[in-house]
């Protein structure tokens, strides 16, 4: 099983049915930060959820604003955004995520 960050969150992201219309999972561009092993690359998670696919493209604007204000000049500022669930199902993308993740949907 793969074990990072990223696919951890994916992972809790797709624990659960979204009660709402649609869903995604929003991750940062890496930061380097101080750990005990020194300087390690992190990421931050946000699931937004919404009504509709704008509202959630609104959240991830925001999102994406907030990271650049307090980290300005990086290199992908917009970071990931996946798309796992729309109209009540699971979007394609979080099945093949799901599947190469080896976890089922509920």
Known sequence: ???????N?????MASRPTARCAGLWASPDIAAQTERGFEPVQQFAMVRGESRDELE????ALREDFNRR?????NP?????????DGRW???AEGL???LGVALP
């Not at 099983?1 to 696919?7: E, K």
């Open 71 to 75: 980290h300005p000049r990086r290199l």
């Open 98 to 100: 799901a599947q190469s």
């Open 9 to 13: 969150a994916c992972r809790a992201a």
């Open 91 to 93: 979007t394609a993308h």
């Open 78 to 86: 917009d970071g990931l955004t996946f798309s796992l669930w729309e």
């Open 58 to 61: 609104r959240d991830v604007t």
């Open 1 to 7: 099983m793969v074990d990072s960050p990223l696919f």
